[in-house]
């Protein structure tokens, strides 16, 4: 069954470093997103993307964050100089291309990010 | 804005008890309504996805209803088992292309 792999699973990087969150979404899929999930929190949105471009983003994805989609089958998200409120577990989602307000979304094992 | 409220947060039964958990959210203009599992430290596992259109969905020992009216859902999971300790989490797809989660409900499945 195809399914979104995340890596690297778990991260540690101090605060003010540079990380790369690596996703490969399931192929033919058209919509491609992150969210993320503070211990103990809900899951919240950061970022949809369609198109090469970001569809929507939350007001938690400012500019520290960026994302890509720098082949066809890779979907990257950058976390400039992290912060220690950055560290969470990182969800990585796609959907299908068709009727995109209806699809389903399935979602990656996630990276756990610690900044230390 | 949508809220997404799970209720109880956390429940324990006996194994082969049947379970029933809550989902309800502000605003009934939805599209969609998921219910996902996530093991500790894990990721989040798809179960049933129900269409606005739809009351019900239904997956082997799992059943999801939806009242999108009174912006509520629920789902059902019979005969439990050790299994099916893990946390439940309903999400709804609203305006725009995102899903707006609650907090969950965690369940502990006794032998």
């Known amino acids: 069954e195809p399914e979104v792999t995340q890596t690297p699973s778990h991260q540690v990087t101090q605060m003010g470093q540079e990380v790369i969150l690596r996703c490969v979404p399931i192929?033919?899929?058209?919509?491609f997103y992150w969210y993320r999930q503070i211990l103990g929190q809900k899951v919240e949105f950061l970022v949809s993307f369609y198109n090469n471009e970001i569809s929507e983003k939350s007001e938690i994805f400012d500019d520290q964050f960026s994302v890509e989609r720098p082949d066809g089958s890779n979907f990257t998200l950058k976390i400039r100089s992290t912060k220690l409120e950055d560290s969470a577990m990182y969800f990585c989602?796609?959907?299908?291309?068709?009727?995109?307000?209806?699809?389903?979304?399935?979602f990656g094992q996630g990276t756990r990010l610690t900044v230390v | 804005k949508q809220e997404v409220t799970q209720i109880p947060a956390a429940l324990s039964v006996p194994e082969g008890e049947n379970l029933v958990l809550n989902c309800s959210f502000t605003?009934?203009?939805?599209?969609?309504l998921q219910w996902f599992r996530q093991d500790p430290g894990k990721g989040l596992t798809s179960l049933l996805l129900?269409?606005?259109?739809?009351r019900e969905q239904t997956s082997g020992r799992l059943n999801a209803s939806l009242d999108k009216s009174s912006g509520r859902s629920t789902l059902y999971i019979a005969a439990s088992q050790p299994g099916d300790s893990a946390t439940y989490l309903c999400?709804?797809?609203?305006?725009?292309?995102?899903?707006?989660f609650g907090g969950g409900t965690r369940v502990l499945v006794k032998p």
């Open positions: 192929s033919n899929h058209l919509y």
């Open positions: 999400a709804v797809k609203a305006a725009g292309n995102k899903l707006t």
């Open positions: 989602a796609s959907s299908p291309g068709t009727e995109y307000s209806r699809t389903e979304a399935f």
């Open positions: 605003d009934s203009a939805i599209y969609n």
């Open positions: 129900i269409q606005s259109s739809q």
